[in-house]
């Protein structure tokens, strides 16, 4: 092995430290990634009980939001769970946008070395066969070792650059296809806290209406009794 990557030249240091900065990347990502960390189970049907119990308190939007990614999204739910919808709704979606492009940090170096890395190989190549040439123009054919030196080059880093870029651009569309999804989820989570929230107050709003509507005809109900049995005491009192 040592001996190819002194054959292929200068151009495979850079390749061989792209591959280890997509390996390193490839295992933070798939690390913190994992989907107990982003969209544990529980979470938000724990949210949503928290937000109708009437006992929230921010100690327990404080650990909502230290347990994972999702709850950070419904954690800024739960603070403007007293708040009009759109707003609810508002700090939800900036807070899902800071959760997004932190997961997305490490995806652009990884597309990055998923471009360059042929690129590099390519260069080689180039580097390689004007190795080639040259000696070919200053001692022509007749030295197979010389020229063997160069065509290796070209083809030792033009193999390392496809092997480097391959892999790290399988797990690139690998892991931007998951953010996607974990995405949505989130999404789906916290609409759904959104929604119960929202029935909460609708249904909260309906019966204090229906209270205050009866209690005018409660009372005037009890004055008409009132009036009815003085009625009747009066109109007793003149039989007598």
């Known amino acids: ?47 949503g009980k928290l937000a109708l119990s009437g006992k929230m308190t921010p100690s327990h939007i404080a650990q909502i939001r230290d347990g994972s990614l999702l709850g950070r999204v419904l954690a800024a739910g739960l603070e403007s769970v007293d708040q009009p919808r759109h707003v609810m709704k508002t700090n939800i979606e900036e807070t899902g946008r800071h959760v997004i492009h932190e997961m997305d940090r490490y995806m652009t170096t990884l597309g990055t070395i998923a471009a360059i890395a042929p690129l590099l190989g390519l260069l080689g190549t180039v580097v390689g066969m004007i190795s080639v040439f040259s000696v070919i123009t200053s001692q022509g054919v007749g030295n197979p070792t010389e020229l063997a030196g160069g065509i290796s080059q070209a083809l030792i880093t033009t193999a390392a650059g496809i092997s480097v870029a391959v892999p790290a651009l399988i797990f690139h569309r690998y892991f931007r296809s998951k953010i996607n999804g974990l995405a949505i989820d989130m999404e789906k989570s916290a609409m759904k806290l959104v929604d119960t929230v929202s029935s909460a107050t609708a249904s909260k709003r309906s019966a204090a209406a229906v209270a205050s509507a009866a209690a005018p005809t409660s009372v005037g109900s009890q004055k008409a009794m009132a009036a009815i049995r003085a009625a009747k005491a009066k109109a007793a009192g003149g039989v007598a």
């Open 1 to 47: 092995m040592f001996e190819y990557i002194t054959a292929g030249g200068f151009l495979v240091i850079p390749i061989l430290l792209c591959s280890v900065l997509a390996m390193a990347i490839v295992i933070a990502l798939f690390i913190k990634l994992s989907s107990k960390k982003v969209v544990p189970e529980g979470v938000a049907e724990m949210a």
